[in-house]
């Protein structure tokens, strides 16, 4: 069967890029398999998509919001309908197992509920006035045209975090998904065409960071940019951002670690560690990849945990049978054993994995097998570094004190979680951990998109998704004061 092509869409249209180049979409269980190809744009491409979302702004802005909220409840819809087939599309250019995509498109349904709720209730402020006469509140504005750019590691949720209340807000929209997964953000955005979202309020333009990522940050028609993905990427973000005083919204890496005291349920806190360590072959910003264990019962919780790991299976992910899929790519896969050599040299003891997995039908995919490293020092770059794959680090702790010290020694904060059945430790913990997501008895994911979602430190620069918080980011507070005394009255001025 041939390979399909994916366009771009513009303006409402759908559109080959002026550079005439396309590139492939590779199934990461199976290299061999290409899922599609898309365009390779350029400048003139994110120009044109930029000046679309610029035409379009206007009048979506003035469309009552409630209205803009059923356009997205319809979508939100739409996305149940699809749900299997978006999943398993996911599952094929994404690598993660079919359970964990279904649950992605769900993130994205849930996000589309609730933004469009929000549509009837964009709240702002009611204040009193320090004067007679007169009245004060803060309404929402939105930010103008908005450019989302997003990972591959959430293909459809992470979108659907900064498309659903960038749109409902009245923002217009630029997107560029990650060049590992476009198929997901494709199917999203025609569904948004097809459910009567008006040309030009999303363009969906594909291509490399160089070719459209750039053009994209630095056109200056582009009034704020919401990223997610790596903290080296961010980096480009802000400063591109900072050059041009244009607001912008980063979220990024994480160091993610569960703390587990020497009351917790020890098959409990197992299962948790490995769903975090593990799930979504750990490529999660909020992956848990240090354990940090009670010294009292670090021996009977890691051979527990390392006997659970070894049972777990990999593979392709489309298979319902299997626990783990591949890494999405082969620089992520040479990127995890870089560092599996890293920990061996830092004198970390590996206690399983280690090393690329090609056994049972995994030949042409990029499985890795998952790592556990004992005796691993806090200050170990295995213990600071965001590695985005199955490799956990176990570090011991004499307390919960010294736990949390060693927990906040990061550069990162996004997600916490601590294991106990003491609510005294719990409440500490809660306090203490310096993240901005926090569990107690629960791993270390699995976040809901009705509270905000981000990071203190190097994960973020303090804005936060999700939630109401969302629109903090995708819109701008405008004060508003009405004065009915009809006489001059002066704010701060004595009589
Ligand atoms: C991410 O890894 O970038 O909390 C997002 C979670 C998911 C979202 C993760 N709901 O793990």
């Known amino acids: 069967m041939a390979t399909k092509s994916y366009k771009n869409f513009i303006g409402g249209e759908w559109k080959t890029s002026s550079s005439g180049e396309t590139f492939k979409n590779i199934n990461p269980a199976n290299a061999k398999d290409v899922v599609g190809r898309f365009q390779q744009s350029n400048r003139k491409d994110v120009n044109e998509a930029v000046s679309a979302a610029r035409s379009a702004f206007p009048e979506w802005k003035k469309t009552p919001a409630p209205k803009r909220g059923e356009i997205l409840y319809r979508v939100a819809e739409k996305l149940v309908k699809h749900k299997e087939a978006l999943a398993q599309d996911m599952t094929r250019e994404m690598g993660k197992v079919i359970k964990e995509t279904r649950g992605d498109v769900q993130e994205a ?32 504005m939105p930010v103008g045209v908005v450019a989302a750019i997003t990972p591959w590691n959430f293909p459809l949720a992470i979108p659907s975090w900064k498309l659903f209340p960038a749109l409902v807000a009245g923002n217009t929209v630029v997107i560029k998904p990650a060049s590992d997964t ?27 960071g160089t070719g459209a990522g750039a053009p994209l940050l630095d056109h200056p028609k582009v009034d704020m940019v919401s990223f997610t993905g790596s903290t080296e990427t961010g980096r480009v973000v802000a400063g591109h951002c900072a050059r041009q005083m244009k607001p912008y919204s980063l979220e990024m890496g994480g160091k993610n670690a569960i703390l587990v005291m020497e009351d917790a349920d020890l098959n409990l806190a197992v299962e948790g560690v490995i769903w975090g360590a593990f799930g979504t072959t750990g490529q999660r910003c909020t992956a848990c990849s240090r354990v940090i264990v009670h010294k009292k019962v670090l021996k009977k919780f890691t051979n527990l945990l390392v006997k659970r790991t070894q049972e777990l299976k990999l593979g392709d992910g489309l298979n319902e049978k299997i626990d783990v899929g591949p890494l999405v790519n082969e620089a992520q896969r040479e990127k995890v054993h870089g560092y599996c050599k890293i920990g061996v040299d830092e004198g970390a003891k590996l206690l399983l994995g280690g090393k690329p997995h090609r056994a049972g039908g995994c030949s042409n995919g990029f499985f890795f097998k998952p790592t556990i490293f004992g005796d691993v020092a806090p200050k170990m770059r295995i213990a600071q570094e965001e590695i985005f794959g199955p490799v956990l680090s176990i570090i011991s702790c004499r307390n919960l004190d010294h736990g949390i010290k060693i927990v906040n020694d990061s550069a990162f904060g996004l997600s916490s979680s601590l294991y106990t059945q003491d609510v005294n430790r719990a409440f500490q913990a809660i306090e203490h951990l310096d993240t901005g997501i926090t569990y107690i008895n629960s791993s270390t994911i699995g976040a809901e998109i009705q509270l905000p979602f981000g990071g203190t430190k ?37 009589d």
Not at 459 to 485: C, P, Q
């Open 182 to 208: 476009p198929l997901s953000v494709y199917h999203f955005v025609k569904i948004l065409e097809e459910e009567g979202l008006p040309p030009g309020v999303v363009n969906y333009v594909t291509g490399s």
């Open 109 to 140: 349904i849930d996000m589309g509920y609730f933004a469009a709720g929000e549509g009837r209730r964009l709240t702002g402020e009611t204040v009193p006035s320090e004067l007679t006469d007169k009245f004060c509140m803060s309404v929402r």
């Open 458 to 494: 190097g994960t973020g620069n303090g804005h936060r998704e999700a939630g109401t918080a969302a629109l903090e980011t995708f819109t701008e507070w405008k004060s508003v004061y009405i004065d009915y005394s009809g006489k001059l009255q002066k704010a701060q001025i004595d």
